[in-house]
């Protein structure tokens, strides 16, 4: 049974992981760069085809902006203790991310950290992005 | 590597093909070679990762069982049976160099292995007088074929760097009391999953031939290629939340079901909730066009045939962007591979005919084994991020430009 | 090399993991247990007999707590500032609606079996939703389900359905809210051969004063191969969903 279990959880892993890397690339972010933002959580999207989340935060000029940073799969997340009752709207997030190449706000998640002091590194974007100078 | 293999067949020209060498050729080809591939023919000509491209404590990958061959394939080192498209090889013949030396690239094949046979030239079977000869072990000896000289859409595509992607995902094991499949060989109701591994892009046929596009099939294709080297990927089907098309949802490796009657056979897929209706009584044929298309079917023996049109818009076959259009039929023949043990196997054979993008019909085939323990899908609910009024969607993908002419 | 092919080695190396699993057990002779005829009389097209956006206890009077009259006004309040999509992500994105309110959508569904798992296949949006027939001990989704975790079994001639794991964000109807910790029980039973019957209770203390039930029912219809539905072009189209 111990067997079977295991197996069945690694083949979820790799169901959730496929369609990260089906649905696109990682062409439509910059993956040299690391930029950082911190405000409230409007949304934590979980699964399809990727999750994401929504964050309320202000541009350079002041100006309040959503920004949607997209991340991988809900196992990454489910393997560093996260659950989907830890991300409620309106918690205090800070987060780090590869910006998208079009300029618009928002991107790639790189990492990040909820209130309580809890952390999240983004493993996928982590083999893509270069490891130093970030 | 895959710069590597791209200038090299823009070089020449031509590459070597491993054809269905699968028992062979599967193994070799996952050290280093363009040229060299594992099954699915249709797959990339592309080497997966070596160990040393892989992150540290990684296992590596193991050569892919997988390799059979689909049944019904050509005897190796023939040559092509659909001979040259229309207006025959290019008039250069050649390049200077003659055919590459196929094979492996330079550090040869992984010790341990016996050398490959030299690639038997290419000759165009009607430049020499017909003769009788005997089906011997010198007339099919195995050898790497190689490829007709390419046509010019056809260098286009080769051109194309094609990512190393290849993965496998594997579902849970079947438990020894795991429910059987019904005997009934018409009888494909039940739980599916991918038996073959994830590629990125289709490069061949069944037959390890080269896909037979036009000079706008691969411009397509080479536009979608150099939108994502430049960071700016084109949105399509899949990234708006819209369904992606049997081939592109079939190959994503995740399960689908099957629910059958006498009227239709009914796919439901996990992946965009995308449905695939056969339907065999054409008085249940939806109207309309549709993202998935829609079709009508009857049996052929045992075989399910079914013929799927009335695209909305044109497909992805898969993630780099290998395109039909809208206007195409995609053939399926359908059959259950039981080799007795009641797990059997759901083989789809499907052809491709778009003479805007393909000069001739090709087509390839997948295998899906039988998944009972796998009755549970995930939620897919994609609407939930594409559909946000308040942040960009589109996951930074730029509007595709309308087809080429 | 390119950048993604680095994503796609690392990919690989999940994905080799499986392989070296152990070898698959030698086959057993087992056979094929027939779906019970309970279950079997269930299957087919349904429709529900009168739509309905908002799904109510008979005497209409939901036994709302503080806390979940505050969380309905606040929807009322967002439905008449057009805020839609700060409440209702179902009618502003196309988003799952959920359970329940995906059993009150007006189009048709189809409930289909295999492998004792039921799987409800609507017109609407193309939505699933599965209820577990198998007695299986069920791991917790990783990530959210709007349909939640459903599982069912055959109490005399009706099948009941505990569904949990609910998000806030999927809405009991148009407007009505519940927390995560909300059960949904089911009790599933046919009137006659063409008729079926849900009994919807909710239980949800912090929400709810005390469970409450709402009763829909559906009518059997002939076998159809759905149109392909897209909501979202619907909403492109200003169709709305």
């Known amino acids: 049974m111990k067997v079977f279990t295991q197996a069945a959880v690694v083949s979820l892993a790799l169901i959730a992981a496929a369609p990260v890397l089906a649905h696109h690339s990682f062409g439509a972010y910059n993956m040299n760069t690391t930029a950082a933002a911190a405000g409230t959580l409007k949304e934590f999207r979980w699964g399809a085809p990727h999750s994401s989340l929504v964050i309320l935060a202000k541009d350079k000029a002041g100006k309040p902006v959503e920004m949607a940073i997209i991340s991988g799969s809900p196992l990454m997340f489910s393997k560093q203790g996260f659950t989907p009752r830890d991300f409620k709207r309106g918690d205090k997030i800070s987060v780090t991310y590869h910006p998208n190449t079009n300029g618009s706000p928002g991107g790639a998640l790189a990492s990040l950290a909820i209130s309580g002091g809890r952390t999240f590194s983004d493993s996928e974007a982590q083999r893509i992005a270069p490891p130093a100078a970030n | 590597m895959s710069s590597t293999s791209s200038s090299h067949i823009s070089r020449t020209g031509r590459r070597p093909v491993s054809v269905r060498l699968a028992m062979i050729g599967a193994a070799l080809a996952l050290t280093h070679s363009a040229s060299a591939q594992s099954v699915p023919a249709d797959a990339p000509a592309q080497a997966a990762p070596t160990a040393a491209a892989m992150p540290q404590g990684a296992p590596p990958q193991a050569a892919p069982s997988q390799a059979a061959p689909p049944a019904g394939a050509m005897p190796q080192g023939m040559p092509p049976s659909g001979g040259f498209p229309p207006g025959g090889p290019p008039p250069g013949g050649f390049p200077p160099g003659g055919p590459p030396p196929g094979g492996f690239p330079p550090g040869g094949p992984p010790s341990g292995l016996p050398p490959l046979p030299k690639p038997r030239p290419y000759v165009d079977p009607d430049s020499v007088p017909e003769k009788a000869v005997y089906a011997d072990a010198a007339a099919l000896e195995l050898r790497l074929g190689e490829d007709p000289p390419l046509t010019d859409a056809q260098k286009v595509a080769a051109a194309i760097p094609v990512s190393p992607m290849a993965a496998m995902a594997e579902p849970p094991l079947l438990r020894s009391d795991a429910r059987r499949a019904s005997s009934d060989p018409r009888d494909f109701s039940g739980v599916w999953f991918h038996d073959l591994s994830l590629r990125g892009r289709i490069l061949r046929d069944l037959h390890g031939k080269l896909i037979p596009f036009t ?86 023996g045992d075989t399910l045939v079914a013929d799927t049109s009335g695209f909305k818009q044109g497909l992805w076959l898969d993630i780099a962007g290998t395109p039909v259009s809208k206007d195409a039929h995609l053939i399926n023949r359908i059959r259950k591979i039981d080799n007795g043990d009641h797990k059997p196997l759901l083989e789809i054979e499907t052809t491709i005919v778009d003479p805007k993008y393909y000069t001739a019909p090709w087509t390839i085939v997948r295998t899906f084994r039988w998944q009972p323990n796998m009755p549970l899908f995930d939620e897919y609910n994609c609407e939930l991020q594409i559909g946000d009024p308040n942040v960009p969607s589109d996951a930074g993908l730029v509007p595709e430009p309308a087809d080429l002419p | 090399m390119r950048k993604s092919s680095h994503f796609c080695a690392a990919l690989l190396v999940l994905a080799a993991g499986p392989a070296f699993a152990a070898p698959q057990a030698a086959p057993a002779p087992a056979p094929a247990p027939a779906v019970s005829g309970q279950t079997e009389a269930m299957l087919g097209v349904w429709q529900i007999t009168t739509p309905v956006v908002d799904l109510r206890p008979a005497d209409r009077t939901v036994p709302f707590t503080k806390k979940g009259e505050e969380a309905y006004r606040t929807n009322l309040r967002l439905k008449k500032k057009g805020a839609i999509d700060d409440y209702d992500v179902m009618t502003s994105r196309c988003a799952n609606p959920g359970m329940p309110r995906m059993m009150i959508t007006a189009k048709r569904f189809k409930i289909r079996e295999l492998f004792n798992v039921l799987t409800f296949d609507f017109e609407w949006n193309r939505l699933i939703r599965q209820i577990d027939l198998r007695g299986l001990p069920l791991e917790k989704p990783l990530g959210t389900r709007f349909t939640g975790v459903s599982r069912g079994r055959w109490v005399g001639d009706t099948l009941e359905v505990e569904t949990t794991d609910v998000p806030p964000e999927a809405l009991i109807d148009q407007l009505l809210p519940h927390s995560w910790d909300m059960k949904v029980t089911e009790r599933y039973r046919l009137l006659d051969a063409d008729t079926l019957e849900d009994r919807i209770t909710i239980t949800d203390p912090e929400y709810y004063q005390h469970p409450w039930e709402a009763r829909v029912t559906y009518k059997r219809q002939p076998f159809v191969v759905f149109a392909e539905d897209v909501c979202l072009d619907r909403l492109a189209s200003k169709k709305g969903q």
């Open chain 2, 215 to 300: 000079m706008a099939g691969a411009r397509v294709l080479e536009r979608r290629s150099n939108a994502d080297k430049a960071g700016k990927p084109f949105q399509n089907g899949a990234a708006l939340c819209r369904p992606p098309g049997i081939i592109w949802q079939a190959d994503v490796h995740m399960p689908f079901m099957i629910f059958q009657n006498k009227a239709a056979v009914e796919f439901v897929f996990q992946d965009y909730r995308g449905r695939l209706n056969l339907v065999l009584d054409s008085k249940l044929l939806p109207p309309g066009r549709s993202y998935m298309g829609t079709a009508m079917a009857h049996w052929d």
